[in-house]
């Protein structure tokens, strides 16, 4: 979110077995809290982001998208929209894994990163991001080996980074693994998105009879 004036910026990011909000000035950290639920992301949400000064009020309101969890995606998505009509503050989205690749090219001289993460089912969520970050391809949903059989050698980020670097015989990783919203200031603006719908990685389950 380089580039921007300072303005008070509410991130919700429960995509994944961690909930975390932070409240930001910019892109500089005011409060936040991150903790690893596995479950019980609906019980805790509300309560860390009223934990955040002032309630956590914001200019503008960030939420992750997806993919990840089924349920936080829809409850970080319920409860920004919710704030936003009451606090009339704009609510932006963005994916989960971009959040997790910019954690992981923070700092680092890197030509991109690949992030893996948990998906259902026993697959994996699996995208390729280069600096920025920028989006090099559209995000997968594979069965281990599949990810493991993807060309390219860039180092991992997320969940499954360690799993995959195993499966593909090599531990080049960038050790971070679950995203949190404290970081969501290293987010570039063109990847904010203004339509709020989850992001799924992979098809329905349940299909209608032909």
Same mark, same amino acid.
Request: proline content about 10%.
């Given at each position: 979110m380089s580039g921007e004036a300072a303005k008070r910026t509410l991130a919700i990011e429960c995509a994944t077995e961690a909930c975390s909000v932070a409240l930001l000035e910019g892109a500089e950290v005011v409060a936040? *809290?991150?903790?690893? %639920?596995? &479950?019980g992301h609906a019980e805790q949400l509300v309560p860390m982001? +009223?934990?955040? /000064?002032?309630? #956590? &009020?914001?200019? =503008?309101?960030?939420?992750?998208?997806?993919?990840? *969890? $089924?349920?936080g995606v829809r409850i970080g998505i319920a409860t920004a929209r919710a704030l936003g009509l009451a606090w009339? @503050?704009?609510?932006?989205?963005? /994916?989960?894994?971009?959040?997790?690749? @910019?954690? +992981?090219?923070?700092? =680092?001289d890197l030509s991109g990163v690949t992030v893996c993460m948990t998906g259902g089912h026993?697959?994996? $969520?699996?995208?390729? $991001?280069?600096?920025?970050?920028? %989006?090099?391809? /559209?995000?997968? *949903?594979?069965?281990?080996?599949?990810?493991?059989? &993807?060309? #390219? &050698?860039?180092? %991992?980020?997320? *969940?499954?980074?360690?799993?995959? @670097?195993e499966r593909r015989g090599d531990h080049s990783w960038a050790g971070?693994?679950?995203?949190? +919203?404290?970081? @969501?200031?290293?987010?570039?603006?063109?990847?904010l998105s203004e339509t709020i719908s989850p992001i799924y990685g992979r098809g329905p389950d349940a299909r209608l009879p032909g």
């Open positions: 936040s *809290s991150h903790r690893v %639920l596995g &479950r982001i +009223a934990g955040l /000064p002032g309630k #956590g &009020r914001a200019d =503008r309101i960030l939420v992750s998208l997806g993919p990840g *969890s $089924f349920t009339q @503050a704009p609510v932006l989205g963005y /994916p989960t894994l971009a959040l997790v690749a @910019a954690m +992981a090219l923070a700092g =680092r026993g697959e994996w $969520f699996v995208q390729d $991001f280069g600096p920025g970050p920028v %989006l090099l391809g /559209p995000v997968q *949903s594979l069965v281990p080996e599949a990810a493991a059989g &993807r060309n #390219g &050698r860039l180092p %991992l980020a997320g *969940s499954q980074a360690t799993a995959l @670097a971070i693994t679950l995203p949190d +919203a404290a970081q @969501a200031g290293l987010l570039p603006t063109g990847i």
